[in-house]
């Protein structure tokens, strides 16, 4: 049992050392890189949205 339990307390060492190395992004990359995922997202959700509604009158044109 104390094998494990040491063996646990190694990983969450190692885990740790290794979050130290991690260059993290300031607030404002954060920021300014969500405005811009937000923004291609509802790019292409209106660009779907189009062709979506382009596509219902073309097909109703067929069924109706």
Known sequence: MKKIVEKIKTFF???????KKIDWPT????????LIVIGI?????A????LDFIFLKILGKFIF
């Open 41 to 45: 997202s509802v790019a292409v959700a």
């Open 13 to 19: 060492k190692e885990v740790w050392q290794e979050a």
């Open 47 to 50: 660009f779907l949205g189009i």
């Open 27 to 34: 607030r404002q990359e954060t920021f300014r890189y969500t």
